[in-house]
T-cell receptor, first 108, second 115 residues
Framework: DAKTTQPNSMESNEEEPVHLPCNHS???????IHWYRQLPSQGPEYVIH???SNVNNRMASLAIAEDRKSSTLILHRATLRDAAVYYC?????????FGQGTILTVHP | GAGVSQSPSNKVTEKGKDVELRCDPI?????LYWYRQSLGQGLEFLIY????????KSGLPSDRFSAERTGGSVSTLTIQRTQQEDSAVYLC?????????????FGPGTRLTVT
């Protein structure tokens, strides 16, 4: 399976944008890029996914590099409720495998 | 609307006992997944259902683990002769379409502790 690399942790201030990077240099042409997040003591929550083009939804934006070897999840205005572990996952078949993810801390 | 529900929320059992974990997916979702998450670890895929059939059981760690789904809805994960290494949070997710292209909605999980 193609592997992703994310920073262990990031910090942000409330109301500021957050850019969460993910490297996936061994991505295959058919792998979707998925982002999920997990708040403490809760199940994971879908954030966004994409294949080649940048994607926007009500939660976030996903910027995908032209060579697809990296992507960035963008939270436009961080809130305290966005503090969570963010997971970047590759896959075609929906069989999600989470690594360690990025712990996002949001300061008031 | 109602999300994915799981029961029980917590289960403490003695080593060697059997346990059953239940998942109620979102109504109409045809795909259902079981995962487990051990303390400080990432998410581990266990099994995938499309309707009542399980085309992918590749993540089940041993033959002590089994799962079924009936009526294209409720699913039960059974662990026989539990071991301490089975202690984890067991998560269920459902998806409205065949896997890969639509988001998965997760339940709150069942925390299993084997003593």
């Amino acid at each position: 399976d193609a592997k992703t690399t994310q920073p262990n942790s990031m910090e942000s201030n409330e109301e500021e944008p957050v850019h969460l990077p993910c490297n996936h240099s061994t991505i295959s042409g058919t792998d979707y890029i998925h982002w999920y997040r997990q708040l403490p003591s809760q199940g994971p929550e879908y954030v966004i996914h994409g294949l080649t083009s940048n994607v926007n939804n009500r939660m976030a934006s996903l910027a995908i590099a032209e060579d697809r070897k990296s992507s960035t999840l963008i939270l436009h205005r961080a809130t305290l409720r966005d503090a969570a572990v963010y997971y970047c996952i590759l896959g075609l078949d929906g069989k999600l495998t989470f690594g360690q993810g990025t712990i996002l801390t949001v300061h008031p | 609307g109602a999300g994915v529900s799981q029961s029980p929320s917590n289960k403490v059992t003695e080593k060697g006992k059997d346990v059953e974990l239940r998942c109620d997916p979102i109504s109409g979702h045809t795909a259902l997944y079981w995962y487990r998450q051990s303390l400080g670890q990432g998410l581990e895929f266990l099994i995938y259902f499309q309707g009542n059939s399980a085309p992918d059981k590749s993540g089940l760690p041993s033959d002590r683990f089994s799962a079924e789904r009936t009526g294209g809805s409720v699913s039960t994960l059974t662990i026989q002769r539990t071991q301490q290494e089975d202690s984890a949070v067991y998560l269920c997710a459902s998806s409205p379409r065949d896997r890969g292209y639509y988001e998965q909605y997760f339940g709150p999980g069942t925390r299993l502790t084997v003593t």
